[in-house]
């Protein structure tokens, strides 16, 4: 039955596939020619591409911790959790507040040292644990209250609660930490924009601790997590209860607490990824979290969603192409925003299962 | 006592009353089994008694205690497991993923080795293929895996929706063959069957379902010979 099914919508098929061709022909071609006449003019010099090249890992590292918890959400209930950017902010907000209250516990009364610059990689260590905590237990709230009643429902309903719990969260966050922009305090051996000199063509390019620590707290984060999902008996679960809810119960796994556990591992990445994004940007307010959500979630589904190793291909790849397109384009830098979104819109179009998903489930199956 | 005892359940499917009063009972070390045409309502009656489905009005008692309202991943630490009609293998996962899934409610780990060996002498192709992703296996394949899962918990009463669907007649053989085998070691069997022939020539007791509602029962010798289960279920006339 699938053989005479495959026959028929071969045809329609095909010229889909060649209109997708010719437009993807024509859209590398005109991308040559715009990369040709920049490198030619030679605006940029090797230095400048490497400074976009680091800056696009390092903000694409953080794409992919935010992405994978949209991801793992995805990939167990089926629905996207919108305001997986604001606990992503939340987060940051936990984090902003152990940072400034360790700032203001002084240890050393003579040299009037504080606690954040005396144990500075503790004072590090406790904002993410507590941003990561805050999130997390965010995360746990917002399923049990937004998405567990309307379990069964249509999808559109908890897409819907989903929404609303993002308008929700960053309403309450400007009625409780007020409109402004606050600093991140850092502590000192993270002072923004210091950092290795890489010298590159007689100029210097800056290698900030801030961005390095952001890409290696990333990349661990993302290896974790993947350990946990591929070896670990809670992650069999998860895999288990992501493909049929009812024969994982059979298996005596708890469904319930599964995906509780799931938002509680969500909640924590984004949390993670909002201290390091106050850490990295040093600006902090209560709509941080939208942007970055939205890009993450383009990352997402750039990488298949509910497809982890795809969430965090992805998120490296929108990190680099915003940071090199505008140049590489010749266009505005204002624009890399519009980058990130065109991408979401064209693999929406073209490929709504995502690049990676094709070639990850032939490889598994 | 009884250890499988069904008293009137009544579930439902929303407005879509599915069981009408079913009662039945399973000794230990009995295989039952459960036959009637489709839409009898003998996929719910499993699903009630392994939590997957709540009844809305009626009991059901394992071993003595109420299980009525108990979830089903509870019940498999209390020893009821359940092979799903259709499988309900994790076809993203290997084999052995699969067969851990199975072990997921087991605490007592030292005896789980044994439960591997046992399982793959039941079943030597699984062995073979425990690497394999589940979704390529056969439908032969896929059967066995799901009942070599459903050992691994360890059940003291299994449930069987239809195993023998979709399946060769040289293999449903075999599976009845297995399922003979895995009763002589130690497990109570409930089964689901459409296929009355070889479901009565292993059970030792059964029940005719319609719509329902239960409307036989006696043990397989007289259902085999009953003029209505002849004509209804064994295509004999
Ligand atoms: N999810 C559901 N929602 C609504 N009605 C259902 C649902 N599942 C089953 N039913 C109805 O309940 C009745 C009993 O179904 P059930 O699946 O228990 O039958 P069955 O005896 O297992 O049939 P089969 O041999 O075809 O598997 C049928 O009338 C069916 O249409
Ligand atoms: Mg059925």
Do not use: C
Not at chain 1, 47 to 63: A, H, M, N, P
Not at chain 1, 156 to 163: F, G, K, R, V
Not at chain 1, 347 to 359: A, K, N, Q, T, Y
Not at chain 2, 107 to 117: A, G, H, P, V
């Amino acid at each position: 039955m699938s053989e005479s099914n495959a026959e028929k919508t071969v045809k329609p098929l095909d010229t889909f596939r060649i209109v997708q061709a010719i437009i993807a022909v024509l859209f590398v071609i005109f991308l040559s020619w715009r990369l040709y006449s920049v490198i030619s003019a030679g605006i940029y010099g090797p230095d400048t591409w490497l400074r976009f090249t680091i800056s696009g890992l390092i903000i694409g590292s953080v794409y992919s911790v935010i992405a994978i918890g949209y991801t793992l959400v995805y990939g167990i209930l089926f629905m996207i959790n919108f305001a997986h950017g604001e606990i992503m902010m939340l987060g940051a907000f936990a984090g902003y507040f152990v940072l400034e209250g360790l700032n203001g516990l002084v240890v050393d009364q003579a040299a009037g040292v504080s606690f954040l610059d005396q144990y500075q990689i503790l004072s590090v260590i406790l904002a993410f644990v507590v941003g990561m905590v805050m999130a997390a237990i965010v995360g746990y709230y917002l399923e049990k209250i937004a998405y567990r009643p309307l379990r069964g429902a249509p999808r559109l309903i908890p897409l819907i609660s989903a929404i609303g719990a993002s308008i929700f969260l960053q309403n309450a966050a400007q009625l409780i930490f007020g409109p402004k922009r606050r600093t991140y305090q850092n502590p000192s051996a993270l002072t923004r924009s210091v950092g290795w000199r890489i010298p590159i063509s007689g100029e210097e390019v800056i290698l900030t601790y801030t961005g390095a620590l952001t890409f290696v707290l990333s990349i661990l984060l993302l290896v974790g997590l993947y350990v946990l999902v591929q070896r670990t008996r809670f992650g069999r679960a998860m895999r288990a209860v992501a493909e049929d809810k009812q024969t994982a119960a059979l298996m005596g796994i708890n469904v319930d607490s599964v995906i509780s556990t799931t938002f509680v591992i969500s909640g924590a990445l984004g949390g993670a990824a909002g201290v390091m994004w106050g850490i990295q940007n040093g600006i902090i307010y209560h709509y941080i979290g939208f942007i970055p959500g939205l890009k993450a979630f383009t990352a997402a589904v750039l990488g298949g969603i509910g497809n982890i190793p795809g969430a965090m291909l992805g998120g490296i790849f929108l990190g680099i192409v915003e940071s090199l397109g505008p140049a590489a384009l010749g266009i505005d830098f204002q624009l890399k925003d519009v980058i990130a979104f065109s991408i979401l819109v064209l693999v929406l179009i073209f490929r709504p299962s995502g690049i990676l998903s094709e070639v990850l489930t032939e490889e598994k199956v | 006592m009884a250890m499988l005892e069904v008293n009137d359940i009544h579930t439902f499917y929303g407005n879509i009353h599915a069981l009408k009063g079913i009662s039945l009972t399973v000794e230990e070390n009995e295989i039952v089994t459960l036959i009637g045409g489709n839409g009898a309502g003998k996929t719910t009656t499993l699903r009630t008694i392994s939590g997957l489905l709540s009844p809305r009005h009626g009991q059901v008692k394992f071993e003595g205690e109420d299980i009525s309202s108990t979830p089903a991943h509870e019940l498999v630490y209390r020893g009821i497991t359940m092979v799903p009609e259709g499988r309900g293998i994790f076809s993203r996962l290997s084999v052995s993923e699969n067969l851990d899934m199975g072990a997921y409610s087991r605490e007592d780990k030292s005896k789980l080795q044994d439960d591997y060996d046992r399982v793959f002498q039941l079943f030597p192709r699984l062995k073979e293929r425990r690497k394999q992703v589940a979704g390529t296996l056969s439908g032969g394949e896929q059967q066995m895996l799901a009942t070599a899962r459903a050992l691994m918990a360890s059940p003291r009463l299994l449930l069987m929706d239809e195993p023998s669907m979709g399946l060769a007649p040289i293999l449903v053989e075999n599976v009845f063959e297995t399922i003979k085998q895995i009763n002589k070691d130690g497990t109570t069997i409930l089964l689901v069957e459409q296929n009355a022939t070889v479901a009565l020539s292993v059970a030792d007791r059964g029940y005719v379902l319609q719509t329902g509602e239960i409307v036989l029962k006696d043990n397989a010798d007289n259902l085999k010979k009953d003029e209505m289960v002849r004509k209804a279920y064994l295509g004999i006339d």
